[in-house]
């Protein structure tokens, strides 16, 4: 059964900083990894999707990559702005249903 | 380009009264369409999924329906609400297994 982690749960940084965000999964079997940004009370919004057959993905300040053999992800986001702050889920699509496994998410907050 | 809508945004529902969250997806035919449900504390969960019309799959048993009476439009129901519904409600559309997943807005549900 897939199971998703994200460390850490919340995360609070001054503006201007790059940081990493954490996600890892039990089974190696995804198919791909997709990265949201959830504003309060609001829906998700996709960053990025890493294929499994792919090493990264790069979207302006994002920066998302795949381990499938160590079962990680990671969402590096540079120059950080205090627009970015929200929480940020990453999802393993796996099975023949293209159903998605979320993690808990990671909150962000970029002070000025 | 595609869009999805989710409506109402929040609704307010005594325990025992009837449900009906509606979803649809414009500039895309066939999509594949998901309900998430997110409640408070706890990570996005996949309730239904459906590849086609009349096509329903339940991952957890529940006292909710689904149904797709028409290929952009995804219905969510129950017939008597339960507290334990009450919950953030996301629908999502993909073009295909592995592709990426697009959420709408949400529904907030709140039980009383």
């Known amino acids: 059964k897939q199971e998703v982690t994200q460390i850490p749960a919340a995360l609070s940084v001054p503006e201007g900083e790059n940081l990493v965000l954490n996600c890892s999964f039990t089974?190696?079997?995804?198919?791909?990894l997709q990265w949201f940004r959830q504003a309060p009370g609001k829906g998700l919004t996709s960053l990025l999707l890493?294929?499994?057959?792919?090493r990264e993905q790069t979207s302006g300040r994002l920066n998302a990559s795949l381990d499938k053999s160590s079962g990680r992800s990671t969402l590096y986001i540079a120059a950080s702005q205090p627009g970015d702050s929200a929480t940020y889920l990453c999802a393993g699509g796996s099975g023949n249903t293209g159903k998605l496994i979320f993690g808990q998410g990671t909150t962000l907050q970029v002070k000025p | 380009s595609q869009t999805i809508h989710q409506w109402p945004a929040t609704l307010v529902q005594p325990v025992g009264s009837p449900l009906s969250l509606e979803c649809t997806v414009e500039?895309?035919?066939?999509?594949?369409l998901y309900w998430y449900r997110q409640a408070a504390g706890r990570g996005l969960q996949l309730l239904f999924y459906?590849?086609?019309?009349?096509?329903i799959s339940s991952e957890v048993p529940q006292n909710l329906s689904a149904s797709r009476p028409q290929d952009r439009q995804f219905i969510l129901s129950s017939k008597k609400l339960l507290l334990s519904d009450s919950g953030f409600y996301l629908c999502a559309w993909s073009v295909g297994v592995g592709q990426p997943q697009h959420f709408g807005d949400g529904t907030r549900l709140s039980i009383l």
């Open positions: 459906s590849v086609g019309i009349g096509q």
């Open positions: 500039g895309t035919s066939n999509p594949n």
């Open positions: 890493i294929q499994s057959s792919q």
């Open positions: 089974d190696s079997a995804i198919y791909n």
